[in-house]
């Protein structure tokens, strides 16, 4: 079992930039997919950004591609999503979340352990 907490959330002016930081409890964290993703009030939850955790890569959403960047830092059991060029429609709550595939999946039901959400909000 592994447990997330979100960081790094917050106001910013379109155009700037925030990295998100989620961190996870638990020896094991190497081993866990782990995916990015945001809900707007009255929208779905959407898959953001993902990080295979055996090696099959990282994957992104066409809305983010270019602007956002997942990395992890297995030592110290984080994974980090950079965001650049902000958009007011970026504007939303944010969460990762973990499953132990070896894939990425964009479908929000195929992860089984999520954090508690970080807000995102910009500005135009």
């Known amino acids: 079992q592994v447990q997330l907490v979100e960081s790094g959330g917050g106001l910013v002016q379109a155009g700037g930039s925030l990295r998100l930081s989620c961190t996870a409890s638990?020896?094991?964290?190497?081993?866990?997919?782990i995916g990015w993703f945001r809900q707007a009030p009255g929208k779905e939850r959407e898959f953001l950004a993902g990080?295979?955790?055996?090696?099959?890569?990282?994957h992104y959403a066409d809305s983010v591609k270019g602007r956002f960047t997942i990395s992890r830092d297995n030592a110290k059991n984080t994974v980090y999503l950079q965001m650049n060029s902000l958009k007011p429609e970026d504007t939303a709550i944010y969460y990762c979340?973990?499953?132990?595939?070896?894939?990425?999946?964009?479908?929000?039901?195929?992860?089984?352990?999520w954090g508690q959400g970080t807000q995102v909000t910009v500005s135009s």
């Open positions: 638990g020896r094991t964290f190497s081993t866990y997919t």
């Open positions: 990080d295979s955790w055996r090696g099959a890569g990282t």
């Open positions: 979340a973990a499953c132990q595939y070896s894939q990425v999946y964009v479908d929000y039901r195929g992860y089984t352990y």
